[in-house]
Antibody
Framework: QVQLVQSGAEVKKPGASVKVSCKASGYTFTSYYMHWVRQAPGQGLEWMGIINPSGGPTSYAQKFQGRVTMTRDASTSTVYMELSSLSSEDTAVYYC?????????????WGQGTLVTVSS | EIVLTQSPGTLSLSPGERATLSCRASQSVSSSYLAWYQQKPGQAPRLLIHGASSRATGIPDRFSGSGSGTDFTLTISRLEPEDFAVYYCQQYGSSYTFGQGTNLEIK
């Protein structure tokens, strides 16, 4: 069965960076796009960007351009999301979500979420 | 950017009743690339509907989606206790955006 297992919770100081991982299993890693979505406490879902695990270009939401980097390691079926210049407004649960086999697809499978807390 | 507006913000109903949730887009959603998700506290979202009206794998047939263009609806025909949750619509035809959510609560 498809599983997306994310790294554990993080506490960071303002101005720092955080890198969250998402290890995929149960399917062919390079065949499906992966997305990152975040959810601030008590708030809705916010799409951050998409990565093609086969090595194609990434695409980021304009809000995060210049501050987010998504990468992948096909040898371990893992994608990463790094967010820099953190502020308290970045405190949120970060999810990876598997998209479709094209760049247009709904999110059938989700990771368990990683809580990132930004606090001085 | 396509903005999705969900209504109502909160819907209070009893088990056994019918729920109708609305999602309106600021511009037409191409090819009906519209999905609905359910989220319970402390859990990741779960895909219910994709392509505006296709149920995802394992989703009970009391959930149905309809609509096209800018107006979409999620209907739950007879509410079960486990259906009380927050529901989000999402468009994936032009980049990706989510609605702000509808909280379906027990009356």
């Amino acid at each position: 069965q498809v599983q997306l297992v994310q790294s554990g919770a993080e506490v960071k100081k303002p101005g720092a960076s955080v890198k969250v991982s998402c290890k995929a299993s149960g399917y062919t890693f390079t065949s499906y796009y992966m997305h990152w979505v975040r959810q601030a406490p008590g708030q809705g879902l916010e799409w951050m960007g998409i990565i093609n695990p086969s090595g194609g270009p990434t695409s980021y939401a304009q809000k995060f351009q210049g501050r987010v980097t998504m990468t992948r390691d096909a040898s371990t079926s893992t994608v990463y999301m790094e967010l820099s210049s953190l502020s308290s407004e970045d405190t949120a649960v970060y999810y990876c979500a598997r998209g479709g086999s094209s760049s247009r697809g709904s999110f059938q499978h989700w990771g368990q979420g990683t809580l990132v807390t930004v606090s001085s | 950017e396509i903005v999705l507006t969900q209504s109502p913000g909160t819907l209070s109903l009893s088990p056994g009743e019918r729920a109708t949730l609305s999602c309106r887009a600021s511009q037409s959603v191409s090819s009906s690339y519209l999905a609905w998700y359910q989220q319970k506290p402390g859990q990741a979202p779960r895909l219910l509907i994709h392509g505006a009206s296709s149920r995802a794998t394992g989703i009970p047939d009391r959930f149905s989606g309809s609509g096209s263009g800018t107006d979409f609806t999620l209907t739950i025909s007879r509410l079960e206790p486990e259906d009380f949750a927050v529901y989000y619509c999402q468009q994936y035809g032009s980049s990706y955006t989510f609605g702000q959510g509808t909280n379906l609560e027990i009356k």
